[in-house]
């Protein structure tokens, strides 16, 4: 069983940062794959960014350059360093765990299927 608890979501001007925070309890095998996802009003989930167990990481498009993802296997915290942030970036942001990463391309799947566990999200907003 995985818990999943994010905070650092709040409300900034574009161009700002924030730094999202997922502290993580629960088998280790269960949170191998670990990512972020994201839903604005009236949208459908999107995934943002997925780090594998090995520190592999894959971003979506719309981010990359901006945000990074980054885990700390001290305190098993997982973070999401967002910068440059930009009015479209609003949105509940959401921690997700699961046993393994799929793959796409050769590349880390931001697929939501891949992941089991999730937080309960945590609201960033980004002002004109």
């Known amino acids: 069983q995985v818990q999943l608890v994010e905070s650092g979501g709040g409300s900034v001007q574009a161009g700002g940062s924030l730094r999202l925070s997922c502290a993580a309890s629960?088998?280790?095998?269960?949170?191998?794959?670990m990512g972020w996802f994201r839903q604005a009003p009236g949208k459908e989930r999107e995934g943002v960014s997925v780090i594998g167990i090995l520190g592999d990481t894959n971003y979506a498009d719309a981010v990359k350059g901006r945000f990074t993802i980054s885990k700390d296997s001290a305190d098993d915290t997982l973070y999401l360093q967002m910068n440059s942030l930009k009015p479209e970036d609003t949105g509940m942001y959401y921690c997700?765990?699961?046993?393994?990463?799929?793959?796409?391309?050769?590349?880390?799947?931001?697929?939501?299927?891949?992941?089991?566990?999730w937080g309960q999200g945590t609201q960033v907003t980004v002002s004109s």
């Open positions: 997700a765990a699961g046993p393994a990463c799929g793959t796409v391309n050769g590349l880390l799947s931001l697929r939501s299927l891949d992941f089991g566990a």
């Open positions: 629960g088998l280790y095998y269960i949170k191998s794959c």
